[in-house]
């Protein structure tokens, strides 16, 4: 690309995501690499998100996943986002990787039964119904309402703690975990407020959010990263998760949306929200782009995007706002400033082999 048409690259125009300015469309998406030392963000960690932004990567997303409460055992080396020292740490990490104009924003959760008893306190597994998630084979307590209160509260502090540190934004995991545990059938046979209709699998995701909105204010940067079709028999569908968008955007109270599309409950399904080496480059970039004309809401998204050709494209035909090449900067921080520089070629590609993923169990 000539240098010309290098300053008309569509993914190297700003964005303005409420009032913060990202310098170009290249983003990291949430993904913990187990390098947190007892649930904090040590030097390992900074470094490694430093790194990104030195390469001219607009927005990390740190942590994946970390907890909000003591009992979602941390079964990946997710950061403690519980504990009040977890704000000095990331506070140096926030500070660094502004340094180098890169902004910073973390994904919370509370895993539910996403994860195995047996790590950290060996606190019971929780979740809407008792049943079990193939994966991490826990069986889940039927969480009751003082879990829930209590977790509610956990949500708030921890947004508080992120706030502190400094961070750009929040994104809130709902997909596989406790809060989108509500909302799927698959995971939500109650009968009683929280079961049944769509207000009521809400619930609980309207009082986490109005906790957090109360902790941050209005204007700190509040997403959601969030199944919008589970593409499951067992789960919901597109229509529902529109549905659901919708409600979500009417409480006002949400500023982005990570789209993901399908379950994580077992590794075959997985793959298919982490595409694999060898499988079709970007299936749900067109399913993401209906979602951002049909919403007008912020919408970011990664699967499969690892290439910048197809990044450009996700953001010249207006499909996404920030564009998700995540193991592709794993394989190699410097995307961006190769190609502003006219050094595509020498980007390292991500070959898709998802080593990555395999080895955050292996800490
Ligand atoms: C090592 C690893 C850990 C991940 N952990 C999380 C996580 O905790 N939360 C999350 O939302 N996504 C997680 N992901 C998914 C990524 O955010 C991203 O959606 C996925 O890698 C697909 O994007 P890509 O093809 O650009 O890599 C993880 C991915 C990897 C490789």
Same mark, same amino acid.
């Given at each position: 690309?000539?240098?010309?048409? =290098?300053?008309? #690259?569509?993914?190297?125009?700003?964005?303005?995501? $409420?009032?913060?300015?990202?310098?170009?469309?290249?983003?990291?998406?949430?993904?913990?690499?187990?390098?947190?030392?007892?649930?904090?963000?040590?030097? =390992?960690?900074?470094?490694?998100?430093?790194?990104?932004? &030195?390469?001219?990567?607009?927005?990390?997303?740190?942590? *994946?996943?970390?907890? !909000?409460?003591?009992?979602?055992?941390?079964?990946?080396?997710?950061?403690?986002?519980?504990?009040?020292?977890? !704000?000095?740490?990331?506070?140096?990490?926030?500070?660094?990787?502004?340094?180098?104009?890169?902004?910073?924003?973390?994904?919370?959760?509370?895993?539910? %039964?996403?994860?195995?008893?047996?790590? *950290?306190?060996?606190?019971?597994?929780?979740?809407?119904?008792?049943?079990?998630?193939?994966?991490?084979?826990?069986?889940? $307590?039927?969480?009751?309402?003082?879990?829930?209160? %209590?977790?509610?509260?956990?949500?708030?502090?921890?947004?508080?703690?992120?706030?502190?540190?400094?961070?750009?934004?929040?994104?809130?995991?709902?997909?596989?975990?406790?809060?989108?545990?509500?909302?799927?059938?698959?995971?939500?046979?109650?009968?009683?407020?929280?079961?049944?209709?769509?207000?009521?699998?809400?619930?609980?995701?309207?009082?986490?959010?109005? +906790?957090?909105?109360?902790?941050?204010?209005?204007?700190?940067?509040?997403?959601? =990263?969030?199944?919008?079709?589970?593409?499951?028999?067992?789960?919901?569908?597109?229509?529902?998760?529109?549905?659901?968008? =919708?409600?979500? $955007?009417?409480?006002?109270?949400?500023?982005?949306?990570?789209?993901? %599309?399908?379950?994580?409950?077992?590794?075959? +399904?997985?793959?298919? !929200?982490?595409?694999?080496?060898?499988?079709?480059?970007?299936?749900?970039?067109?399913?993401?782009?209906?979602?951002?004309?049909?919403? $007008?809401?912020? !919408?970011?998204?990664?699967?499969?995007?690892? #290439?910048?050709?197809?990044?450009?494209?996700?953001?010249?035909?207006? &499909?996404?706002?920030?564009?998700?090449?995540?193991?592709?900067?794993?394989?190699?921080?410097?995307?961006?400033?190769?190609?502003?520089? *006219? %050094?595509?070629?020498?980007?390292?590609?991500?070959?898709?082999?998802?080593?990555?993923?395999?080895?955050?169990?292996?800490?």
């Amino acid at each position: 690309m000539a240098s010309a048409a =290098r300053e008309n #690259d569509p993914l190297f125009q700003p964005y303005q995501l $409420k009032h913060l300015i990202l310098r170009n469309r290249l983003m990291s998406t949430a993904h913990e690499p187990n390098y947190s030392e007892n649930g904090l963000p040590g030097e =390992r960690y900074r470094l490694y998100h430093v790194e990104k932004a &030195k390469g001219g990567l607009a927005l990390t997303m740190t942590a *994946g996943s970390a907890i !909000v409460s003591q009992d979602s055992p941390p079964s990946f080396g997710n950061l403690h986002a519980y504990k009040d020292e977890i !704000v000095p740490a990331l506070r140096q990490l926030v500070d660094q990787c502004h340094d180098h104009d890169c902004a910073v924003m973390i994904q919370i959760t509370h895993l539910g %039964r996403r994860t195995g008893w047996n790590h *950290g306190d060996w606190l019971p597994v929780l979740a809407p119904s008792p049943i079990r998630e193939p994966a991490h084979r826990s069986f889940p $307590k039927e969480i009751e309402d003082w879990d829930i209160d %209590r977790i509610v509260a956990d949500y708030a502090s921890a947004a508080a703690r992120m706030q502190a540190a400094g961070l750009d934004g929040i994104e809130i995991e709902a997909y596989g975990h406790l809060l989108d545990g509500f909302w799927s059938p698959a995971t939500n046979i109650r009968d009683d407020n929280y079961g049944g209709n769509l207000d009521n699998r809400l619930r609980f995701t309207y009082l986490v959010l109005d +906790a957090m909105r109360k902790s941050v204010g209005p204007d700190f940067i509040i997403g959601f =990263r969030m199944a919008a079709d589970e593409a499951w028999s067992e789960g919901f569908g597109a229509e529902t998760g529109m549905e659901i968008i =919708r409600r979500l $955007k009417a409480t006002g109270q949400i500023d982005f949306l990570n789209i993901i %599309r399908g379950h994580i409950d077992q590794d075959a +399904a997985l793959s298919k !929200v982490i595409p694999i080496s060898g499988m079709a480059s970007a299936p749900h970039l067109d399913f993401s782009g209906n979602i951002r004309a049909n919403t $007008k809401l912020p !919408v970011f998204h990664a699967a499969k995007i690892d #290439d910048i050709a197809t990044a450009r494209h996700a953001i010249a035909e207006g &499909k996404l706002d920030m564009v998700g090449m995540t193991r592709a900067h794993i394989a190699d921080p410097y995307i961006a400033t190769k190609t502003r520089a *006219g %050094r595509e070629t020498e980007i390292r590609p991500c070959v898709g082999a998802t080593y990555c993923l395999d080895r955050i169990y292996e800490g």
